[in-house]
């Protein structure tokens, strides 16, 4: 069966990019264009795994993390970060949220598989 990753992320431009780089690598992939939307399409989803974007419109982030982490049936979800972001007090605030990993854009799709791959294990 496919392990299903949910990607959040506001720039259409990465959306595309994630989508081509996990549907190649044999993943299910679900798309969110902001944290509001994420935490939406998350009720349906059950993802294996969800990639998400720090600066977003509406709900940044950090607040879709904390939405995630505050609901039990998806307290055990990996979340990574793939951000512009390299600064070590937002990867602090985002791993206090509850983030699983982190990753700066832009992304390199081999590496990005082999992160979702070792959460997911």
Known sequence: M????LTVDDSRTIRNMLLVTLNNA????IQAEDGVEGLEVL???NP???VTDINMPRLDGFGFIEG???NEKYRAIP???LTTES???KKNRARQAGATGWIVKPFDPTKLID???RVTA
Not at 2 to 5: A, P, Q
């Open 2 to 5: 496919k392990k299903k990753v």
């Open 26 to 29: 044999g993943f299910e992939t």
């Open 68 to 70: 995630v982490r505050r």
């Open 43 to 45: 009720e349906n989803a």
């Open 115 to 117: 992160a979702i791959e």
């Open 87 to 89: 600064d070590a007090e």
């Open 79 to 81: 979340i990574l970060v």
């Open 48 to 50: 294996d795994v969800i």
